[in-house]
């Protein structure tokens, strides 16, 4: 258990709808990452975020976004979804920006 | 941009037979090479961080070793519980941003009893 926590486990939703992602970083991380794992694209890095600003982007689509809270968690919003948004969507921490980051369990989210 | 080649993409061990994963990289400025493992469905599980070259880390059965092009992960005598995804990233200079993981797709590793 690395002790970054995801919710929900699984989503199943329709294509056009709106879903929300929510990740918990372990006690004492400041930096919370998201990444998007597809069969064919493999783990590719989405957003991150350090102490509630955003610190760089990757491959996010314009229908997606994230905020971190006071509180340290963070949302990853997914909207307008489409079929091939279908993925498993993985939250990491860190303790700052260089450090080793941890991964979560997880989101599988299905886009029917 | 970085890359990452993870070579075979599935490999097949009989218990007790020794064997090496290759991760070749392609970075500007590296600022780290990382070895996670997965299950089916869960989340990457740390295990190396490697920073230059000639580093050397091991940790039961396994190895990782650094060169400057390439990162090898040694299994010596694995087991059937070694059976897992073994995914290589590095981070980097390039682009600005050193925060983000550049992972390679993996190596499927099957162990028979």
């Known amino acids: 258990d690395s002790g970054v926590t995801q919710t929900p486990k699984h989503l199943i939703t329709a294509t056009g709808q709106r879903v929300t992602l929510r990740c918990s970083p372990r006690?004492?991380?400041?930096?919370v990452y998201w990444y998007q794992q597809s069969l064919d694209q493999g783990l590719q890095f989405l957003i991150q975020?350090?102490?509630?600003?955003?610190?760089a982007k990757g491959n996010i689509l314009e229908r997606f976004s994230a905020q971190q809270f006071p509180d340290l968690h963070s949302e990853l919003n997914l909207s307008s979804l489409e079929l091939g948004d279908s993925a498993l969507y993985f939250c990491?921490?860190?303790?700052?920006?260089?450090?080793?980051?941890?991964f979560g369990p997880g989101t599988r989210l299905l886009v029917l | 941009e970085d890359q990452v080649t993870q070579s075979p993409e599935a490999l097949r061990l009989q218990e007790g037979e020794s064997s090496s994963l290759n991760c070749s990289y392609t970075v500007s400025g590296l600022r780290g090479l990382f070895w996670y493992r997965q299950d089916p469905g869960k989340g990457p599980e740390f295990l190396f961080t490697l920073y230059s070259a000639g580093e050397e880390k091991e940790k039961e059965r396994l190895k990782a070793t650094l060169t400057k092009k390439e990162s090898f992960l040694h299994i010596t005598a694995p087991k059937p519980e070694d059976s897992a995804t073994y995914l290589c990233a590095v981070r980097s200079n390039s682009g600005g941003s050193n925060y983000k993981l550049t992972f390679g797709k993996g190596t499927l590793l099957t162990v028979n009893p």
């Open positions: 990491a921490s860190s303790v700052g920006t260089q450090e080793t980051q941890y």
């Open positions: 006690s004492g991380d400041l930096s």
């Open positions: 975020y350090y102490n509630g600003e955003e610190r």
